[in-house]
């Protein structure tokens, strides 16, 4: 197994303002991973960031996908690699399990 996906001292700004700075994340194949920590910390913007979802960012660093540099493309591309991102907040299909409602996410 190798790595899926590699966020590299990633900085993003809102404004003038640093949101994360430094930030680094490797998540491996075959493993679960979080994020964690209080309101404020940057978990949100980390994972916006990956998505593509705030414009020009990450400012600096590197953000791959199983080997491939995907800062700085457009979201839907990024969703056709089989990335997605479901927002706090979002209902779900109580009769699925946690894994088909972030299968469904796929879709959307």
Known sequence: MGTL?????IETYYGLIYAIRGASLTVEEGTVTAILG?????????LKTVMG???DQPDKGAIEYMGRRI????????VQLGISYVPEGREVFEELSVRENLLMGAYT
């Open 5 to 9: 996906l590699d966020i590299k001292n």
């Open 38 to 46: 209080n309101n404020g910390a940057g978990k949100s913007t980390i």
């Open 53 to 55: 979802l705030i414009e």
């Open 71 to 78: 800062d700085g493309m457009d979201t839907e591309d990024i």
